[in-house]
């Protein structure tokens, strides 16, 4: 009887702890403090732009990707921006400002987004959901819908601009095949739900 329960409960595990397996492009997880349950695509897309005026190799990077925060049956949607650079700068309050408000631009059609925080708390979680392209990367926040989430990942074209004192424009570094194909497996599944 003992054995039963035992693989009742290793069965159980397994359903809970999401379908996160090495060949899968989207992962779910319960935030064991919040107990939302979290969903997010395995690939982000990296978006650069050159920094020659710093040094002679400099790049600014962003990665980007999207989230889904489920609460008892209340969705939300975000997307998350790695922020790093090759020089890793020190945060300062005035990089910071620059990504307070962003412009996706997906094929011409402009998206201004208004980051909601620096920290995971700011999306209900308890821990960053994508891992840190670099220790020194910061995280921001921004709500979106479903639907500008699928917008940016069938653009063609996807630039991201600040809207700081200073704009800074970033382009999709390569083609992003897999980050692509990982946000469309993101947008089917929350879609079927």
């Known amino acids: 009887m003992q054995r039963r329960a035992l693989v009742i409960v290793i069965a159980a595990m397994m359903l809970l702890g999401g379908c996160a397996g090495p060949s899968q492009s989207v992962y779910d997880g319960l935030d064991p403090l919040t107990g939302v349950t979290v969903t997010y695509s395995k690939t982000p ?25 489920n609460k008892s049956g209340n969705y939300k949607y975000y997307l998350w921006l790695g922020i790093w650079s090759t020089l890793q700068p020190n945060a300062s309050a005035e990089r910071l400002d620059e990504f307070e408000s962003v412009v996706v631009i997906a094929d011409g059609e402009p998206l201004l987004l208004d980051s909601i925080g620096w920290t995971p708390a700011s999306i209900e979680t308890s821990t960053h959901v ?45 083609e992003q095949k897999a980050a692509r194909e990982d946000i469309n497996e993101f947008l089917h599944r929350i879609y079927v739900q």
């Open 130 to 174: 994508y891992p840190k392209p670099v220790a020194t990367a910061l995280d921001v926040y921004y709500r979106v819908t479903a639907d500008q989430i699928r917008l940016i990942a069938n653009a063609r074209d996807l630039q991201l601009r600040t809207t700081g004192a200073m704009p800074l424009e970033f382009n999709v570094w390569s």
């Open 45 to 69: 897309i990296v978006l650069y732009r050159e920094n020659p005026a710093q040094a002679a190799y400099a790049r600014n990077y962003l990665h980007l990707g999207p989230i889904e925060v």
